[in-house]
């Protein structure tokens, strides 16, 4: 197995290995920092579902008609999210690990706010509408980087404090405030065009799809001062490499294939869901006569969107039920042949009749993806690899994750061009390719992503420490008290030895 050694297998954990969920805090002490860190994607859902309504708003003949819907701008402005969150991940990546989660998590933040404002605002000079599409393309784009951060800081962090929870829910924890807001925020995201459009009425859409991407700042604000109040996880204080080169030779032998195999099944989950997700509403507009008013696509669309949920929530438990990498196999090989039978039975799912039976049947395939390799392929990443590294590591992944869906927007319309004039093979093509990529998922996780249990990031930090101590590396440098508590420390070599944590001593 990818990344594996004698030492992976879990073992049973002994007292002072959980001992950061007996830290005599709260419940509410021990879960606002989790919802603090994790909650932020919510943003990411929001932000990225919710372009693909006001795309079809300003595609609109109502409003800029073939001014947009002929221009590169659709695709642009559709895609380009994507590019700006993968310099986001890599660049808050190297910074959560070199200089702070708390602090890159704030600077993300801030920048998801600025500019997600700036875009329900973008204006082209002397009111030309190719300019105001270049602004609101730029805007995008730096709001992707915003985004990005959450990632690497966000995801990251609420892994590490998840281990404060109960043994036993610490998956489900970081589960609900990590991949469930995500889908919260495509539920949202769906819902507030259908609404504006209700209330703004389809003679006034350049207020529903400016308030609708306006809207977009109203969670992140909401969170700011709960990250600012946020202090550093306690895995990242006793294990960070903030103040030595990371010897990134030995972490590229110890986890390479290990993150090939993560990376590529988040590049091959998102090149399909974010895709189908960014053209669901266009996919229902071709189910409906062109005339069908915005109100019915955008209703349908919300409908869609709300049963990532139900399969994200019952993920969450199952992850913890029978470990991530066998949550995530089994969630993707339903959704490949959920796939299958959808594409085979497109024809008649997509009469204007059977709307009901398309959305039901399209929404069963997405439930199960967010089952499997939604909930768990960031969970994978969080937790199968040590502190010191694992902004970075996640950040590799994740970035693959999102190139997928940056290839996917590109690549998706060639896969439906290749149907030619027939229109059902048009449809058809993009399930097959999608339900076989889950099929190829099944594999990579059984045989790619080892065991994953309740203390797994405990038990990385200690394999990672033999490792390089094996390697002749010093571990007596890791830690951000190093200067003071961790001078001259014992190595985590042998049973019996000590570490410090938080200025207190116990062994291990």
Known sequence: MFGRNRDTEEHAPTETETDLAHTGKSFWERVWPVFACGAGLFSDGYVNN????????????????????????????????????????LVFGYTSDKWSRKNSLLISTIILIVFTALGAGAYGAGGNVQGMFAALTAYRFLVGIGIGGEYPAGSVACSEASGEMKSGTRNRWFVLFTNVMIDWGFVVG??????????CTENHLRAAWRISLGLGVV??????????????????????????????????????????????LWFLYDFSVYSFSIYSSAIL???????????TIFGWNTVI?????????????????????????????????????????????AKPENVAGFCVVYGIFLSLGELGP????????????????????????????????FV?????????????????????????VSSSFC???????????????????????????????????????????????????????????ETVASGEKTSL
């Open 50 to 89: 919710v372009i693909g309504s006001v795309s079809t708003m300003l595609g609109s003949t109502k409003l800029y008609g073939k001014a947009y819907s002929g221009s590169k701008a659709q695709q642009n402005i559709g895609a380009i999210t994507f590019a700006g969150t993968v310099l986001g991940q």
């Open 190 to 199: 769906a819902f507030v065009p259908y609404l504006m459009v209700v209330i």
């Open 219 to 264: 969670f992140p604000l909401s969170l700011l001062w709960l990250r600012i109040k946020l202090k550093e996880p306690e895995e990242f204080t006793r294990e960070s490499m903030k103040y030595v080169q990371i010897p990134y030779r030995l972490v590229v032998r110890f986890y390479g294939l290990r993150l090939l195999a993560v990376s590529v």
């Open 285 to 295: 507009a071709n189910i409906y006569p062109s005339d069908a008013p915005l109100t």
């Open 305 to 349: 969107n709300l049963f990532y949920i139900p399969g994200a929530i019952l993920g969450s438990f199952w992850s913890d039920l029978i470990g991530p990498r066998y949550a995530l196999a089994s969630g993707v090989f339903s959704q490949g042949i959920v796939g299958f039978i959808m594409a085979g039975l497109y024809q008649t799912l």
């Open 374 to 405: 939604g909930d768990n392929i960031g969970l994978c990443a969080s937790k199968s690899c040590a502190t010191g590294v694992r902004g970075q590591y996640y950040a590799i992944a994740a970035a693959m994750g999102k190139i997928g869906a």
């Open 408 to 432: 996917g927007t590109y690549i998706f319309p060639i896969i439906e061009k290749a149907g030619g004039s027939n229109a059902v093979a048009s449809a058809q093509y993009p399930f097959f």
């Open 439 to 497: 099929i190829l998922m099944t594999f990579i996780a059984i045989f790619g992503i080892p065991n994953i249990g309740q203390d797994t990031i405990t038990h990385e930090d200690i394999r990672f420490r033999e490792y390089l101590e094996a390697s002749g590396w010093d571990t007596n440098q890791l830690g951000l008290m190093k200067d003071e508590a961790y001078a001259g420390r014992p190595t985590m070599g042998s049973p019996g030895t």
